[in-house]
Nanobody, 119 residues
Framework: QVQLVESGGGLVQPGGSLRLSCVQS????????IGWYRQAPGKERELVAR???????EYADSVKGRFTTSRDPPKYTMYLQMDNLKPEDTAVYYC?????????????WGQGTQVTVSS
């Protein structure tokens, strides 16, 4: 089955930067959407960024201009570059992948990585 492994989280001061990585196992299925969610304590999971099958990148209003998502298909890796981080960005970040399988569209999730922004 498809597995996603995340890395890059940690503690950073406000205004700092982090880059999250998400490495997927190889798959023969086509990718519909790849992206990132985050969930802060006491809040619902929020869509942060995604890349559609057509290559369009979309971002939540709260991170526009500060976050950039990208992918490197030969390395089976996706990234979330986070700049000018704010305390409100503190959350567990999850990468996800939507695949068009023989049984329909299925969602696969990374294990999550903690991002803490604090002085």
């Amino acid at each position: 089955q498809v597995q996603l492994v995340e890395s890059g989280g940690g503690l950073v001061q406000p205004g700092g930067s982090l880059r999250l990585s998400c490495v997927q196992s190889k798959t023969s299925f086509s990718i519909n959407v790849i992206g990132w969610y985050r969930q802060a304590p006491g809040k619902e999971r929020e869509l942060v960024a995604r890349i559609t099958g057509s290559g369009e990148r979309e971002y939540a209003d709260s991170v526009k201009g500060r976050f950039t998502t990208s992918r490197d298909p030969p390395k089976y890796t996706m990234y979330l570059q986070m700049d000018n981080l704010k305390p409100e960005d503190t959350a567990v970040y999850y990468c996800y992948l939507l695949l068009n399988t023989n049984w329909g569209i299925r969602t696969f999730w990374g294990q999550g990585t903690q991002v803490t922004v604090s002085s």
